[in-house]
């Protein structure tokens, strides 16, 4: 009798760790809202001193997408782009807020109330 199973069965877990990889990660939008595009802040990103590490020596740097370019010219060309726009359309929303996730997840003062009023209404339909 040979074997029942295939020898490979980590179901192609390669995909997940590359996923996971924060090598690419950008900043999230509301860190952009909240922090970037204040324009003291903007100012600063905008005019970076020269940084070797950096591609383009950091004079190419599109705030709203919080990336670097190598040249003028592919940051011109990304400002054009429908990536750019998408995130400029998605910087437009307010960000959301600690109180409005705690909502999502049930835990904010709007839904006790509710419950207490929806007790009260029961109680009185009841009686």
Sequence with gaps: MGRLR???THKAQR???RAARTRARTRDLDQIQLIDLDPKVRE???RQPIDLEKPGLAQHYCVECAKYFETDHALQTHWKSKVHKRRCKALKEPAYT???AERAAG?????YRQSTQNR???KVELT
């Design 6 to 8: 295939r020898s490979r």
């Design 15 to 17: 995909d997940v760790h």
């Design 44 to 46: 600063k990103l905008e």
């Design 98 to 100: 600690i109180e409005e």
């Design 107 to 111: 835990l904010g003062r709007e839904n």
């Design 120 to 122: 009260d209404i029961a």
